[in-house]
């Protein structure tokens, strides 16, 4: 059941990168750009969640999915911080 949710949980944060994606093109709003690559940055995370846990269960990735997030939250807390300028 573990190995499904993980793979749920990556095409979930990838949908919604594509569709926050294609609503910045849609009206060029500089937020929606920033959440954007923040939910490719978690799509990322998610899926070396499962690349750690399911496939390679020996190698330790525990470092790289936090930094990856913690990359992704900051890419979002940057567009934040822009966008209230």
Known sequence: ???AVYMLG???TL???IF???GYF???TNLLLWSGFCFFGLALSNLLTFVDLVVFPDVDLY???LITAAIAM???LYGLIWEGE
Do not use: D, E, H, I
């Open 1 to 3: 059941m573990g190995p």
């Open 10 to 12: 990556t095409l979930t």
């Open 15 to 17: 949908l919604c990168g």
């Open 20 to 22: 926050l994606m294609r």
């Open 26 to 28: 849609r009206s060029r």
């Open 63 to 65: 470092f790289w999915r």
């Open 74 to 76: 900051l890419v979002l």
